[in-house]
């Protein structure tokens, strides 16, 4: 089975920047597509960052367009999010997600079922 340890959240200012990193115990990395979704507490959870088995394709939901950068490094299976100009509004338990059974990832990157695999979470709050 595939573990996935997310890290770096924590409290940071408006305006402020994080980054996160999300780390895969498996051999075969590069074989899945990943992606970052968060949740609020009451609120369902929303994809968005995501990107391509070899890193080349990446997608990013409205609300962090611009201000989020996805990336991986398929020789240390890693996953990292860095966040810039971050908002009271980007409060959440931040998830990372891995997945490799569904060729339709690139036509809709956040639907969550095409995700086998998830960590437990990292909070971020921004105040």
């Known amino acids: 089975d595939v573990q996935l340890v997310e890290s770096g959240g924590g409290s940071v200012q408006a305006g402020g920047s994080l980054k996160l990193s999300c780390t895969a115990s498996t051999a075969t990395y590069s074989s899945y597509y990943m992606g970052w979704f968060r949740q609020v507490p009451g609120k369902e959870r929303e994809g968005i960052a995501a990107i391509s088995m070899n890193g080349r394709n990446t997608y990013y939901a409205d609300s962090v367009k611009g201000r989020f950068t996805i990336s991986r490094d398929n020789f240390l299976n890693t996953l990292t999010l860095e966040m810039s100009s971050l908002q009271p509004e980007d409060t959440a338990m931040y998830y990372c997600?891995?997945?490799?059974?569904?060729?339709?990832?690139?036509?809709?990157?956040?639907?969550?079922?095409?995700?086998?695999?998830w960590g437990q979470g990292t909070q971020v709050t921004v105040s």
């Open positions: 997600a891995a997945g490799r059974q569904y060729v339709t990832f690139s036509a809709t990157p956040f639907r969550q079922r095409q995700y086998e695999h």
